[in-house]
């Protein structure tokens, strides 16, 4: 942790946080000599920057940081790796940073993988004052560096056995209860989708499924598709489409990060965390184009081409999950290529059958800057899905509308009645920003805890 929990800042730098319009209302109060040193090296407050101020002993004696916004989720993330190494504190001069968003954007610029590459140098310590907003700030980046970790780490090291363990540390930690359907056990469990895709890898497919709660609280649901790694199966990828498939477990780490928010934060629901955690492999019981599998539902599934396997294990862990017929269900998977195309690597899409609760995340993922976009569940596509010899495809009939395809085939496996969201997103920075170094990144996490919280909390 780099920020430490202090009521006194003795020995801690201050720094000065301003944007440009408070730096161009603060500079005539300043000093000559510091007005003198802020223009030769250019600080004007511009975001993500920031000017050392020397002492007259030559000692570092204040900084002065450009912000976009104080209350920013990424408002200091440009410092933690930059400054000097050493305590710092906020300073009562210039804006004031809330200190929920101070902790959160203070560890989000602290993190950085460092499981294989030591870190060249100590990220820069921040002194807040300890207290309910502190301690939600380091919850959400605890959380989020967290899941970071979780997809950064590669499949060798993060197969369907590791995501489990991390799920039961997890668990473990925050008072939950951990399960695991493990290898053929998945067939006399009824869970046939999930072991059909997972079962020609070496490592064992497997339904992961952490609990947590109070009896009287309504039942929450996160499904999060756990494909450590995604080779395509039988219709192999090519090697660009291949190079970061560590990454399709991003749906499961970013359930693991947003159940480790609700759990720390004591929000008041009952969990059901299901990872579907498999392993889209190749050898000579893979599973192949044109086969049809009989899913826990009981729809038939034919295997359009398998490196649409994602859907066809979020299959049963969503049956699984209606079963126990909870307030909400929401899935999170790096489900398809479409969506990226539509939207790009920043924007999730979102699905909901509820134009309004569509409407109502989007107004909410702006005003936290953790966006997500609405994309709709066009029903008359469904006949693009169906099935001449089972009862749906896991591939649309041309390749249009890949990620709304994918949208309705999961739909098959929701209730009408069930409420539900569908989150197709990235879990990948494809470019550095501030607190956001390029690999995994857990997105839409923060949105969805405020709008549970909304939604539960009262
Ligand atoms: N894991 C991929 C989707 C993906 C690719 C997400 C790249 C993020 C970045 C998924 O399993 C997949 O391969 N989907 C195919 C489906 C197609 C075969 C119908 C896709 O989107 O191309
Ligand atoms: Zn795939
Ligand atoms: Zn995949």
Redesign the pocket.
């Known amino acids: 942790m780099h920020v430490h929990l202090k009521k006194s800042v003795a020995h801690a730098t201050p720094i000065v946080v301003l944007d440009r319009a408070s730096f161009q209302a603060l500079a005539p109060k300043m000093p000559k000599a510091t007005r003198n040193w802020l223009a030769t090296v250019g600080f004007v407050g511009a975001p993500d920057t920031y000017a050392l101020l020397p002492g007259d002993d030559g000692k570092l004696k204040k900084v002065f940081a450009g912000v976009h916004s104080a209350q920013h989720p990424f408002a200091l993330s440009a410092l933690p790796q930059a400054l000097p190494v050493g305590k710092y504190h906020l300073s009562d001069e210039g804006l004031s940073v809330p200190t929920e968003q101070a902790a959160l954007s203070w560890e989000l610029g602290s993190y950085l993988f460092d499981l294989y590459k030591p870190r060249k140098r100590e990220a820069a310590t921040l002194v807040l004052p300890p207290g309910l907003n502190t301690e939600r700030g380091l919850a959400l980046a605890t959380a989020i560096n967290a899941t970071r970790d979780l997809v950064n780490t590669p499949a060798e090291h993060m197969g369907p056995e590791e995501l489990a363990q991390a799920a039961e540390l997890v668990a473990k930690h925050h008072g939950g209860k951990f399960k695991q359907i493990v290898g053929d056990a998945l067939l006399k469990h009824n869970f046939p989708a999930i072991h059909a895709v997972g079962r020609a890898a070496s490592r064992a497919p497997r339904l992961i499924e952490l609990t947590w709660g109070k009896p009287g609280h309504p039942l929450l649901s996160l499904v999060g598709?756990g494909?450590c790694f995604?080779s395509?199966g039988l219709?192999i990828?090519g090697a660009d489409?291949m190079r970061?498939?560590k990454?399709?477990m991003?749906g499961a780490a970013n359930a693991l990060g947003l159940a480790t928010m609700i759990m720390t934060l004591k929000l008041p629901v009952r969990l059901q965390v299901l990872i579907p955690a498999v392993e889209?492999a190749i050898s000579g019981n893979a599973y192949r184009p044109g086969d049809v599998i009989k899913s826990r539902k009981g729809l038939h599934i034919e295997i359009?081409?398998?490196?649409?396997?994602?859907?066809v294990v979020l299959a049963d862990a969503l049956a699984y999950a209606a079963e126990h017929k909870p307030e909400l269900i929401i899935d999170l998977?790096?489900?398809?290529?479409?969506?990226?195309v539509a939207l790009g690597a920043q924007l999730p899409a979102l699905f909901t059958r509820f134009m309004d609760t569509g409407r109502e995340l989007v107004d909410l993922g702006l005003k936290q800057d953790d966006p997500l976009w609405h994309m709709p569940l066009w029903a008359p596509y469904q006949e693009g899905i169906a099935s001449s010899i089972g009862d749906i495809v896991?591939?649309?009939r041309n390749a249009l509308a890949?990620?709304i395809?994918?949208a309705l085939f999961l739909e098959h496996f929701v209730p009408q009645q069930q409420d539900w969201l569908h989150i197709?997103l990235?879990?990948?920075n494809d470019q550095a920003r501030p607190g956001r170094p390029v690999g995994g990144e857990a997105q839409t996490l923060r949105t969805l805890l405020v709008y549970l919280e909304e939604r539960f909390a009262n």
């Open positions: 598709k494909v995604d395509g219709d990828k489409g970061q498939m990454k399709d991003g889209n359009g081409n398998t490196d649409a396997e994602g859907r998977a790096t489900l398809t290529g479409a969506a990226r896991n591939t649309g890949g990620a395809n994918a197709d990235f879990a990948w």
